[in-house]
C-alpha cells in the first residue's frame, strides 16, 4: 500500500447547515448520532469520509448547490485508490477571521500493525472561517493505494482533527476494505 497526502484544490461552497452547536443533522433537520467517523465538539464537528474518485468529488463541491451528494465507498480492489478527506463546521476564528485546523492520519493494517503514519496536514489554515454553520472539505487528503502485495481485509483509518485555535481535537476512525480485484 501507499500512503500519501495529496493537497486538494480549494472550493467554498455554501451547503445546508449540517453541523451546529455539537451536533450533525440531516437535510431534514433530523439529529444524527455521534459515531466512531462523525463528532462534534461545542459548535467545532468534523467527519471522515472516503472517496473513490477524487476528481468527482471536487467536481460536486465546487457546484453551488444548497446540498452535495458524496459517492462514499468502504472498499477498495488491489492497484485501486480510496482517499480518507475530512469534512468540518464550526472551526473557532481568530482576531482576524481566519480558521487553522489540522489533522494527522494513522492507517492501520488488516493485522493492527500501524502501516503509514502523516505528519501534520492542513484541513483549513489561515483561511477565513466558513460562515455560519456551511461545511468545508480539507484542503489536504489522504490517498492510499492497495498494491498486491498488501494484505486484504479490512483496514483502519485514525483522524486526529484539532482545531488549534479553540484547542478542540476530534479522534475520528473509519473502516474501508481491501479485496481482490472482482470482489
Partial sequence: MRATSIPALLFFVLVAPSAVFGGWIDKSGKSLPESDSRKAAGEFGAQLIFVRDE???????????????????????????????????????DKVGNCSVAMRFRVLQPDGKVYAETPPMEVWEQKPAPPGTSLELSVQYLKIIIEPKDQLGRYSVQTQVRDNNSQVVLQLNGPFTAAKAGK
Avoid: H, M
Avoid at 70 to 92: L, M, P, Y
Fill in 55 to 93: 476528481s468527482e468529488l471536487f467536481r460536486r463541491w465546487s457546484t453551488p448547490s444548497v446540498t452535495v451528494d458524496v459517492d462514499t465507498a468502504d472498499q477498495v480492489e488491489v492497484n485501486g485508490a480510496i482517499n480518507a478527506f475530512v469534512v468540518f463546521s464550526g472551526c473557532k476564528k
